[in-house]
């Protein structure tokens, strides 16, 4: 059973900061890829940034200069650093890992239940 668990979620001023935390655990043999997407109400969930086994990471436009993934290999963790944040950024933000739970399967995503971010004075 390969269970995603997010952290660190709340209300910030405009401008303020945050670092969400994401941890997979549970039986699985490899982790390809993690990340985050958000869904803010009545829009459709959008990727924020992700984080390659290897390192390299990808970012939305809208979170490029402001946002930094980071991952922990050894704690199957990821983290996402989030600075200038705006009433914009207001959204559920939900981790996924890309992984196999064995070798030789293809590897398949699994969601964690999301954390809330409000961004508000």
């Known amino acids: 059973q390969v269970q995603i668990v997010e952290s660190g979620g709340g209300l910030v001023q405009p401008g303020g900061s945050l670092k969400l935390s994401c941890a997979a655990s549970?039986?699985?043999?490899?982790?390809?890829?993690m990340g985050w997407y958000r869904q803010a109400p009545g829009n459709q969930r959008e990727l924020v940034a992700r984080?390659?086994?290897?390192?390299?990471?990808y970012y939305a436009d809208f979170v490029k200069g402001r946002f930094t993934i980071s991952r922990d290999g050894a704690k199957n963790t990821v983290y996402l650093q989030m600075n200038s944040l705006g009433p914009e950024d207001t959204a559920v933000y939900y981790c996924y890992a890309d992984l196999a739970v064995a070798t030789g399967l293809v590897p398949m995503d699994y969601w964690g239940k999301g954390t809330l971010v409000t961004v508000s004075s």
């Open positions: 549970g039986s699985f043999f490899s982790i390809y890829a």
């Open positions: 984080i390659l086994s290897g390192g390299s990471t």
